[in-house]
T-cell receptor, first 110, second 109 residues
Framework: SQQGEEDPQALSIQEGENATMNCSYK?????LQWYRQNSGRGLVHLIL?????REKHSGRLRVTLDTSKKSSSLLITASRAADTASYFC??????????FGSGTRLQVQP | NAGVTQTPKFQVLKTGQSMTLQCAQD?????MSWYRQDPGMGLRLIHY???????DQGEVPNGYNVSRSTTEDFPLRLLSAAPSQTSVYFC????????FGQGTRLTVV
């Protein structure tokens, strides 16, 4: 079973718009991470947010974490065509293994 | 900076054949892992290792073996391939920020 589930499964926006993806998880976590995967490539780490943090920024990325709701969101501001990819959340429950969600496919139209 | 190197990139096997997927990292990470990615299911953990000589099972270990004789290498072995093992396989290195290889697309016919 998937620890994390992303929502929506697919998202299509215009360049310059913001993209928001959500992730829900089932059990307590030490941290939650977000990864990007371009078509046919490996995953690339974007950002990590610890369980005692509520918000984190990295460039055009903003991640929030609500441990009471067991959810996280990834906001990409001022999107670009190059942001077209699949985005995955991954939860670290402290069991020495990341558990990935099924991903959100983002399409940014130029 | 090679990072994580996986070989081969593509492989076609017949049912019952065996093969080893190679994974090497040059970042001196103790933690390495193998995932499979199937359409619509995200990544599922097969096996992981927290250091040379130490391995453990993930979510979907059946049909796969691993060993970790050195810090750098973490091969994944399929002893008797089955069509259900058709997937894309990713090796990753690092625990709090995982670095992924480019993947091996395996087809079992």
């Amino acid at each position: 079973s998937q620890q994390g589930e992303e929502d929506p499964q697919a998202l299509s926006i215009q360049e310059g718009e913001n993209a928001t993806m959500n992730c829900s998880y089932k059990t307590s976590i030490n941290n939650l991470q977000w990864y990007r995967q371009n078509s046919g490539r490996g995953l690339v780490h974007l950002i990590l947010i610890r369980s005692n943090e509520r918000e984190k920024h990295s460039g055009r990325l903003r991640v929030t974490l609500d441990t009471s709701k067991k959810s996280s969101s990834l906001l990409i501001t001022a999107s670009r065509a190059a942001d077209t990819a699949s985005y995955f959340c991954a939860s670290d429950t402290g069991r020495r293994a990341l558990t990935f969600g099924s991903g959100t496919r983002l399409q940014v139209q130029p | 900076n090679a990072g994580v190197t996986q070989t081969p990139k593509f492989q076609v096997l017949k049912t019952g054949q065996s093969m080893t997927l190679q994974c090497a990292q040059d970042m001196n990470h103790e933690y390495m892992s193998w995932y499979r990615q199937d359409p619509g299911m995200g990544l599922r953990l097969i096996h992981y290792s927290v250091g040379a000589g130490i391995t453990d099972q993930g979510e979907v270990p059946n049909g796969y073996n691993v060993s970790r004789s050195t810090t750098e290498d973490f091969p994944l072995r399929l002893l008797s391939a089955a069509p259900s093992q058709t997937s894309v396989y990713f090796c990753a290195s690092g625990e709090f920020e995982a670095f992924f290889g480019q993947g091996t697309r395996l087809t079992v016919v």
